[in-house]
């Protein structure tokens, strides 16, 4: 039974304590929701051909066979020992996932990647607002407690740990602004040039509109600032100035770091400014560097903050690249574990109703197995509409400069930074500096499209059509990292299941598949009137419809549930006028357009199926309900390369959703004659799943459709022997092996050795078989004429005997 405290974040193995998780520290899960069934429009396994069996792939050695190996993390120079890394600690590579009983291989390598940009989509959100010739502003909310620190990668993925740097190692032994890193802090033009073969100034004015810069060093090491930090040294140059390491001679001689706040002449402006940023004294979070104090030094303004002896994600970059001699990103995996740590410090700083503003691979950074934020000098309140603003082009988002900073444009950068993480981004500044590269031109957004998609969401030109919080982008960006593993693993199918927080685990799988075996929505458990419509959901569809024509209160959840209850009563009118009124209240409510692909499929119209299944795939990347969705109705409109890739991503990714999966990619390699195909697909059903029973008797019956040759059907009869068919059903296969085997032997003659059902492949060792099959049926047969009939085909065909 499944521990009703445990944590149902996906990779988590927290418990729930005082309403939130001890480990990551997000809330406890909603409740559950189920739905009823109609017989809408079906999709059906086709009687194939057979594959010849396959044996199964040989599993890999035990980590003890491993011994010695070169650790296979990036960067790390380790060597497996029982198991593990000695030096970095991850596991060594895991191990693959082994077909079922059945045989098989795993299914055909493929990437969706044409489902994002070749496939329409239901009109959703700004696009939705604005053709209806307004602009709906979308509500942006959400509220997260305290994180604890957990290790990087959320249990799916691993991260090597990086080692501590000591703080006198990191400060600069000759602190110099190269001069291509120099350009004016007011209009960014060059400054600081060198020219005919001198050196540039370090200090000067900007040809271009006079304003003073100035790239040397405030402070030197041994100077005093505020009476209490002695400056040993630079440590780095930023966009204000110089920043430095000193020692906190008030508290213990504790490392500190000094950074630039303002410079200025009036002490007054200076105070002032001072007072305004002693806000982020307050912040108190474990992924972000903790800010001491607030101080002036010669009419200028520092924040004191905690030294962490980390390293940033832009010098892993800089790394990668010196060690392979070119540009080596981050693989996705292990950027998306990094993101995924760091997104609850954005939760917390916007429930703060603070934003960061300018977010960048140079301010989060890794120490050991942890990462943490860094550099709150932009981070600004919410509705502050004075302070200035500070950003990274490539990363602002487009519409800062007129609206200012808010959540959204917080999840733009971090979009942002995924991609200059994970790809070579050129032009990211200029060309698509508010745009991202189509899929044909970047290798990972075509191989991995739910990551392509998650981007297109995070980093969506208008800010009402991205994530609503942190919270939902780290939701999202976890099932999206499962994927990605799974791609990864190359072969078999998911050995465990992944809670969802948004839809619940399909129902058993099953040949035929419909729009009642698609998961249910988890409904809403803060929705008001969620209690008044737990008491009408065991009621028949009818009786439901008319109890939520006049619900005691309007609210979402009723509206779902109404259109829920109209689809099952076959009230298509109701569903349609359902799905428009949500939406025209909410442009951006893919639920409302889920229920519209649910209606789809139940009245046979998979194209519009297929788009809208489409647009919520886009709304919630990280999610597989969609995806299953979507390859059905790829599947029933012929798009087949889309649905195998699909159900091939179900397949790999999550337990509970690998029978559906399999037997539609059983139903379209059926289609094609790819009898290897079919084998393969029903192979990653598990022999501990309920639908393996299902999977070997369709097998048995692929190999009975059509055989190949004498093997497949002798191999047809032991597999329904074990499948669990009625004895009528055994007896109807064995007569279709039986003629068919009788019939190639009349043809070509014998095969030597050969044997079908443990008889000689004779003309009259199958003859006997298919006598004693036709006594067998006919035995199971009721109807007394066909009784007989059955009985004198028996008869006909007996081997001639002397006796």
Same mark, same amino acid.
């Given at each position: ?74 960067? !790390? ?7 593990? !890394? ?21 299914? &055909?390598?493929?990437? &969706? ?82 020219? @005919? ?69 009036? /002490? ?17 979070? /474990? ?222 799988? @099953? ?138 991503? !179900? ?153």
């Amino acid at each position: 039974m499944t521990d009703p405290n445990a944590c149902q974040q996906p990779g988590c193995t927290g418990t729930i304590i005082d309403g939130y998780c001890d480990v990551c520290g997000m809330p406890g899960a909603t409740g559950t929701g189920d739905v009823s069934a109609v017989t809408p429009v079906v999709a059906t396994i086709a009687t194939p051909p057979p594959p010849r069996p396959r044996t199964s792939a040989k599993p890999p050695a035990p980590p003890s066979h491993r011994e010695g190996l070169a650790c296979k993390q990036p960067g !790390c120079s380790g060597t497996i020992v029982d198991g593990y !890394c000695d030096v970095c600690g991850t596991p060594s590579v895991p191990s693959e996932v082994t077909p079922g009983a059945m045989g098989g291989e795993s299914p &055909a390598e493929g990437t &969706a990647s044409k489902v994002s940009s070749r496939l329409d989509a239901t009109a959703l959100g700004s696009a939705r607002a604005h053709s209806g010739g307004t602009i709906s502003t979308r509500r942006i909310s959400g509220h997260s407690t305290r994180m604890r620190t957990a290790r990087i990668g959320a249990g799916v993925t691993s991260v090597p740990p990086v080692p501590e740097i000591d703080a006198s190692s990191a400060v600069l032994k000759n602190p110099v602004v190269p001069e291509d890193k120099r350009f004016c802090p007011k209009c960014g033009e060059p400054v600081g040039r060198g020219r @005919d073969g001198q050196p540039g100034r370090t200090t000067g004015f900007c040809a271009n509109c006079r304003a003073p810069f100035d790239f040397t060093p405030k402070l030197k090491p041994g100077d005093l600032v505020a009476g209490q930090y002695e400056v040993a040294g630079c440590l780095a140059h930023g966009g204000l100035g110089w920043i430095y390491l000193a020692r906190d001679r008030n508290v213990s001689n504790r490392w500190v770091v000094l950074k630039g706040l303002l410079n200025s002449g009036d /002490p007054d402006a200076l105070a002032a400014a001072l007072a305004e940023q002693r806000f982020l004294a307050q912040v108190s979070h /474990p992924n972000i560097v903790e800010i001491y104090n607030f101080v002036s030094h010669h009419n200028a303004g520092y924040i004191v903050m905690e030294y962490i002896g980390g390293t940033s994600l832009k010098s892993l970059l800089k790394q990668r690249m010196k060690a392979t001699g070119s540009y080596n990103p981050i693989p996705v995996d292990q950027a998306l574990a990094y993101i995924i740590e760091i997104l609850p410090a954005f939760q917390y700083l916007h429930d703060l109703g603070l934003v960061y503003c300018d977010f960048k691979p140079d301010n989060i950074i890794q120490i050991g197995d942890e990462v943490r934020l860094i550099d709150l000098g932009g981070v600004r309140r919410i509705d502050d509409e004075d302070s200035a603003i500070f950003g990274t082009v490539g990363y602002q988002a487009p519409e800062v400069a007129e609206q200012g900073c808010t959540v959204a444009s917080d999840i733009y950068t971090i979009g942002r930074t995924l991609v200059v993480l994970t790809m070579e981004f050129r032009g990211y500044q200029t060309t698509y500096v508010k745009s991202l590269p189509q899929p044909e031109q970047v290798p990972i957004f075509a191989q991995y499209d739910s990551f392509y998609r998650l981007l297109l969401k995070a980093c969506a030109p208008s800010p009402d059509d991205r994530f609503v919080s942190a919270d939902e982008m780290r939701n999202q960006m976890l099932g999206v990292l499962r994927e990605v593993v799974a791609q990864n693993r190359k072969g078999g199918a998911a050995s465990s299941s992944a809670a969802s927080v948004l839809f619940d685990p399909p129902p058993t799988g @099953d040949a035929v598949m419909t729009w009642e075996d698609l998961p249910a929505l988890r409904p809403d458990a803060s929705d008001p009137q969620i209690g008044w419509l737990a008491t009408i959901a065991a009621q028949p569809p009818g009786q439901r419809l008319l109890a939520l024509n006049a619900p005691p209160g309007r609210s979402t959840e009723v509206a779902l549930a109404h259109g829920l209850a109209a689809l099952e009563a076959g009230d298509f009118a109701v569903l349609d006028s359902v799905v428009q009124r949500m939406l025209a209240d909410d442009p951006w409510e893919w639920r409302a357009v889920w229920l519209s692909g649910l209606g789809a499929l139940a009245r046979n119209y998979p194209a519009q199926a297929q788009s809208a299944f489409n647009a919520v795939y886009g709304q919630v990347p990280g999610e597989l309900a969609p995806k299953l969705g979507l390859a059905l109705a790829c599947e029933l409109s012929g798009t087949d390369e889309i649905a195998e890739s699909l159900y091939t991503i !179900c397949a790999r990714t999550d337990a509970a959703y690998v029978p559906h999966a399999a037997f539609g990619l059983a139903r379209l390699r059926a289609a094609r004659n790819d009898l290897d195909g079919v084998q393969s697909a029903l192979a990653l059903v598990s022999p501990t799943s309920s639908a393996y029973p299902l999977a070997r008797q369709h097998w048995a019956e692929a190999l009975a459709g059509a055989p190949r040759d004498l093997a497949d059907l002798d191999l047809a009869l032991s597999t329904a022997a074990t499948a669990g068919f009625s004895r009528r059903r055994r007896a109807e296969i064995a007569v279709d092996v039986y003629r068919d085997g009788l019939a190639r032997v009349k043809k070509d003659g014998p095969t030597a050795g050969a044997q079908v059902g443990g008889r000689p492949a004779t003309a009259d060792g199958l003859k006997a078989g298919l006598e004693n099959s036709l006594r067998d049926l006919a035995a199971t047969t009721e109807n007394p004429i066909e009784r007989l009939r059955l009985v004198d085909e028996a008869n006909a065909v007996r081997p001639w005997s002397l006796v």
